[in-house]
């Protein structure tokens, strides 16, 4: 593993390069026997929560990947060192939902376009056991505003947030199964698989999980390494190679298994949950795991401090967070949503470079260097903070004028219904 990302020389960087040869392939093949697995198991356990073990295994490398700049952190408590652990768990939020949302819609719309020769998905319509997940999204996202609040993340944040996801996975459990008349509709694999006899039929679910897991698990170092070392023969630079980059692969394996599911329009509510359910999962577990091991390498308990620009970075990913309930909350997904939110967030990186860019000529001193950047960086974050509030209060006026009421509590009432009607089944 690439245990100091900003220290890679050219040299150790081409080695680890050509190990994606065998590092990608193997990724994506571990990626698509757990996704089978999950397609499975929602037969036998609710589809909620079956997404949600599903994306607790794939996020196991951002979680390596977090927790290594989490341990460099605590050994050397520098406000850049700090910055670098908040900036990529909150670029590894950010991905979740300012790309991995608008590429699911446009992966329907292109086998769509390819199946049926029209362009006829306007929007990927939620079922009502969805708005479990959204909510706990919004639970999620809501937390980190206290954080941003207090300027600080400790081990009681920690506990309350690992008390969260304990919350959330215990509902999902009492959500009902998948009708069996679907297993019909599932590609070859999954329904090969829930045909065969019980003990073999969850045998086989059980080994999905294992070996896919186990694949993502054994691979995920070289995976990283090779596919980081890539990057920076590109020339990527260190920050967004930290923010953007290492984010973007650590969360391979959800991207595979969503846009596996998002070729389906059927299953397009699916991939949404994924990611979803991946974007809860670093909401709550991931954020509470950093203070746990920056307490550890630093040798004692204390609570680790956000001067403005990191409780900017970690405001901005709560109030994306906060959009995408806003514009889930009406239970489906609209092509201008999914191009708006992927305009905002790309526009952001894009002027985020660029202002590193133009700083660089002002001064030669690392010091005002540093400065300079740091008030630029902060402006591009307060300006997209903004613009995310200005669509969250307007998603919440048109569901008050055209909804009358929250479509969202509505199918939290019928998920919970069901739920009980399930229970006397």
């Known amino acids: 593993m690439i245990k100091n990302i900003e220290e890679l020389t050219a040299a150790s960087a081409k080695a680890s390069a050509w190990q994606s040869l065998w590092t990608f392939p193997s990724m994506i093949i571990s990626a698509l026997v757990i996704a089978w697995g999950a397609e499975s198991a929602q037969f036998l356990v609710s589809q909620a929560f ?53 590429l699911i819609f446009a992966t329907t719309v292109i086998f769509n376009l390819r199946k049926n020769k029209k362009l006829s998905i306007a929007r990927i319509d939620l079922e009502d056991e969805h708005a479990v997940e959204v909510s706990g999204l919004f639970i999620g996202a809501t937390y980190s505003f206290i954080i941003v609040a207090k300027g600080t993340l400790s081990i009681i944040d920690s506990f309350i947030l690992f008390t969260i996801y304990g919350f959330y996975v215990a509902v999902l459990l009492k959500l009902p199964t998948r009708d069996e008349a679907q297993i019909a509709e599932l590609e070859a694999v999954p329904r090969f698989i829930l045909t065969r006899k019980r003990r073999l039929r969850n045998m086989l679910i059980w080994m999905c999980f294992l070996c896919g897991g186990g694949g993502i698990v054994l691979v995920a170092d070289p995976f990283l390494e090779s596919a980081l070392g890539l990057s920076f023969v590109l020339g990527v630079p260190a920050f967004m190679l930290i923010q953007w980059l290492a984010p973007f692969l650590s969360e391979f394996p959800e991207k595979i298994s969503a846009f596996y599911w998002a070729k389906s329009v059927v299953k397009a509510p699916m991939a949404l949950m994924n990611m979803t359910s991946s974007a809860i999962a670093e909401f709550t577990l991931l954020i509470a795991v950093i203070p746990i091991v920056f307490c550890i390498a630093l040798g004692r308990v204390e609570s680790i401090p956000f001067d403005w620009m990191h409780r900017a970075e970690i405001l901005l990913t709560a109030t994306q967070g906060i959009l995408g309930v806003a514009i889930l909350s009406k239970m489906k997904f609209r092509w201008f949503e999914a191009l708006g939110l992927f305009v905002l967030w790309f526009t952001q990186i894009y002027f985020q470079y660029m202002a590193s860019q133009v700083s660089l000529p002002f001064t030669t001193d690392p010091t005002s260097h540093k400065i300079i950047w740091d008030i630029f960086h902060i402006r591009i974050l307060e300006f997209y903070i903004a613009i995310y509030w200005v669509w969250i209060i307007l998603e919440l006026g048109i569901i008050l004028v055209v909804n009358r009421k929250s479509p969202l509590l509505s199918s939290l009432k019928i998920a919970w219904a069901s739920r009980l009607q399930n229970k006397k089944a």
């Open 50 to 102: 079956a997404l949600t073990m599903l994306a607790l295994i794939q996020t196991l490398p951002e979680f390596a990947v977090e927790g290594v700049i989490a341990w460099n952190a605590g050994k050397f408590p520098t406000i850049t060192n700090i910055g670098l652990m908040t900036a990529n768990f909150t670029g590894a939020i950010r991905l979740l939902v300012g790309l991995g949302w608008p």
